[in-house]
């Protein structure tokens, strides 16, 4: 037995829950694509450590934001360890 709104057939019966449905898959699709960019572009975050075992020193003179409303380059580099 399938649930009320789980079916093509139930959606056209209750077509309010289109944009239930709509709003959740936009949802899980913008965590994904999230979490996925998470894993490739964060620093500190590396696949292969033996090939590079200090993937933090690329990002020196880079400027690591999500949204950066300037195109200045950052004012204080990372630190020297």
């Known amino acids: 037995m399938v649930m009320p709104g789980m079916s093509i057939e139930s959606l056209k019966k209750h077509k309010s829950l289109i944009p239930l449905f ?3 898959g ?3 699709v913008g965590a994904g694509f999230y979490l996925t960019r998470l894993a490739m572009k964060n620093p500190e975050v590396t696949w ?3 090939k590079n075992q ?3 020193e690329e990002y020196k003179q880079k ?3 999500f949204y950066s409303s300037s195109s200045e ?3 204080s580099p990372a630190p020297k360890y």
Do not use: F, I
């Open 63 to 65: 400027t690591y934001k």
């Open 26 to 28: 936009a949802g899980m």
């Open 48 to 50: 292969h450590p033996k």
């Open 22 to 24: 709509v709003c959740l």
């Open 73 to 75: 380059p950052p004012v």
């Open 54 to 56: 200090e993937p933090w």
